[in-house]
């Protein structure tokens, strides 16, 4: 049996085109079971997130592949990420603050506070993004709901902690284990195509 899958892309009108022609060969492989909903200018990003968090479990698909719009990952993420088999596993994405920092983190006792985590192959983090994340349903089935939210730590809401770091503390909380794949390192693409091209790549390959 096809493992089944359902892609997870919140957007604000266009997705990268790199994951069009992703999503193309994804379909057009035969190598799984997949839906696609791609909910726009659902805002904030919480929201969004919540809402396919609502949408996955509408379905029967036991995995959710959370997929941003601009974050692109090798053509065979799916296989990959898969193959780890463990509730929650993320690619390696990268932000550029004076250099390449990875959205992977550890807890530090000495600092009380989260530092970034550097590796290569599976490794166990605390927290992740969830901008190319694979999770098994078990897990979005436990977690507390909202699943999702931005917290504020100061009385402006000028500072806080994005939805990525509320969810993963949820994850934990219900007893579950989050790894990147460091091997597996995405890129970000500026160059979009409008999703009615991408329904309609989808639709002429069949799937």
């Known amino acids: 049996m096809n493992p089944s899958v359902f892609i997870a892309i919140p957007n604000l009108g266009n ?31 919480d929201r969004a997130r919540n809402l396919c ?9 036991d995995y959710l592949f959370f997929l941003d719009a601009n974050t692109i990952p090798q053509p065979d993420i799916l296989d990959r990420l898969l193959a780890h088999d463990v509730p929650m596993v993320a690619g390696l994405v990268q932000i550029w603050q004076e ?8 807890w530090d006792d000495k600092s009380n506070g ?11 983090v605390d927290v992740t993004t969830c901008a190319c994340t694979l999770i098994k349903r078990e897990v979005m089935e436990s977690v507390e709901r909202p699943a999702f939210a931005f917290t504020q730590s100061d009385e402006f809401g000028t500072e806080g902690l ?20 460091f091997d597996a390192i995405c890129d970000h693409d500026i160059h979009t195509r409008s999703l009615a091209v991408n329904r309609d790549l989808v639709s002429n390959d069949g799937g």
Request: hydrophobic share 40%; with cysteine; proline share 5%.
């Open 162 to 181: 994005s939805e990525d770091f509320y969810f993963c503390e949820r994850v934990k909380a219900a007893g579950f284990s989050i790894a990147v794949d």
């Open 114 to 124: 989260y530092k970034p985590h550097y590796g290569d192959g599976l490794q166990s």
């Open 15 to 45: 997705i990268a085109t790199d994951n069009a022609m992703n999503l193309l060969a994804w379909f057009g492989s035969g190598k799984y079971d997949l839906k696609v909903f791609a909910p726009q200018n659902v805002k904030p990003w």
């Open 99 to 106: 250099h390449l920092i990875p959205m992977a983190m550890r």
């Open 53 to 61: 968090h609502k949408e996955f479990l509408a379905n029967t698909h």
